[in-house]
């Protein structure tokens, strides 16, 4: 499966210098904002969100109608979820005041798809899907630091986008735009049968899996260039 997104992806990028034959414009965009980020774990519990950032470059290819899109869009995500918890019970019985703990994945992000757009010259809506492959570059979790050798480097997901986009110009837009990317993969993964020590009873015991996927929605400001394209009869 991972395999195949990364197929889908080049294949989409191969051919964005070569739909621009038949294109009315070529864009280029830089995006960033703030996004939430939840984890869904598989033994059916879910996490507090992380209130994180990202940035990214987009390269897009504009059909002539100027409402078909095919766009390519490499960044860098911070993904994961959080812990929070009311107080806590050291080992020794004191009862310490709670607080929230970020497990936090950073990702570079190769992602390709097709937007639709819809609207006048002066004003546009859009929506959109995409397919990404992900590749985690470091992770910064504040609890359950044992998990970080269990996370994977490798992931993909899809992306369902809308937005809005405005015109300041003849080649220049600015737009905002929200996505929803749930992964398919799964960013941790803990095979049963894992030897885990419990520093409260003193023990050693056998794990059972562990495993969570990423949902991430993020909200976007970006600039938009174009590079228009006239043909010569």
């Not at 639709?116 to 809506?125: H, I, S």
């Not at 899809?158 to 937005?163: D, E, K, N, P, Q």
């Not at 737009?175 to 398919?184: F, H, L, N």
Request: proline share 2%.
């Amino acid at each position: 499966m991972k395999s195949r997104f990364l197929c889908i992806i080049g294949v989409v990028i191969f051919l964005l210098p070569f739909s621009s034959l038949k294109a009315q414009s070529t864009g280029y965009s830089f995006h960033v904002g703030p996004n939430l980020g939840f984890q869904k774990w598989g033994y059916g519990s879910s996490r507090a969100a992380l209130l994180a950032y990202h940035f990214s470059l987009s390269v897009d290819s504009e059909s002539s109608e100027g409402n078909n899109i095919i766009y390519g869009d490499f960044g860098y995500h911070v993904k994961g979820g959080a812990i929070r918890y009311q107080y806590f019970q050291d080992l020794f019985g004191n009862r310490i005041k709670g607080d929230k703990f970020n497990m936090a994945c950073h990702n570079l992000a190769l992602e390709a798809g097709v937007r639709k757009m819809v609207g006048g010259e002066k004003l546009k809506t859009y929506f959109g899907i995409g397919a990404r492959a992900e590749y985690t570059v470091k992770t910064d979790f504040e609890i359950n630091k044992e998990y970080e050798d269990y996370v994977r480097k490798f992931n993909y997901g899809l992306s369902f986008i809308g937005g809005i986009e405005y015109s300041l110009g003849k080649t220049v837009k600015n737009g905002w735009q929200i996505k929803i990317a749930p992964d398919i993969s799964k960013q941790i993964f803990v095979p049963a049968g894992i030897l885990w020590y419990d520093p409260y009873t003193k023990t050693s015991y056998r794990g059972t899996e562990i495993s969570t996927r990423n949902l991430t929605i993020e909200l976007s400001t970006y600039i938009r260039l174009l590079q228009l394209i006239e043909y010569e009869e």
